[in-house]
């Protein structure tokens, strides 16, 4: 089965930095896109960025010039680098793989595409 986990989650000030990491197992994400979510308390789940096969990412317009999606295809992991932290980007971070009839060679965004979810890492941002 496909597995995730994410590490690199912590608490830092407005303004840090911080890089997540994603180990995949089991999905080849040379293949295939994958991307990063997140999720506030009583707040919807939100795409954060996704990266094809061939480099190509997408970001969500709240994140856009402060966070970057990046890959080791050898290492089978995904990475977010997060710059210029905000209060508003508390949250859950996960990564997240496509169910098979979901995996063209676009990125997605979209929640519902996703079949494959990692445990999570804690992002908390303070003044």
């Known amino acids: 089965q496909v597995h995730l986990v994410e590490s690199g989650g912590g608490s830092v000030q407005v303004g840090g930095s911080l890089r997540l990491s994603c180990a995949v197992s089991?999905?080849?994400?040379?293949?295939?896109?994958v991307a990063w979510f997140r999720q506030a308390p009583e707040k919807e789940r939100e795409g954060v960025a996704c990266?094809?096969?061939?480099?190509?990412?997408s970001y969500a317009d709240s994140v856009k010039g402060r966070f970057t999606i990046s890959k080791d295809n050898s290492k089978n992991t995904l990475f977010l680098e997060m710059i210029g932290l905000q209060l508003e980007d508390t949250a859950m971070y996960y990564c997240?793989?496509?169910?098979?009839?979901?995996?063209?060679?676009?990125?997605?965004?979209?929640?519902?595409?996703?079949?494959?979810w990692g445990q999570g890492t804690q992002v908390t941002v303070s003044s």
């Open positions: 997240a793989a496509p169910a098979a009839t979901s995996r063209g060679l676009r990125c997605s965004l979209a929640a519902p595409r996703f079949d494959y």
């Open positions: 089991q999905f080849d994400i040379s293949r295939y896109y």
């Open positions: 990266i094809a096969p061939n480099g190509y990412s």
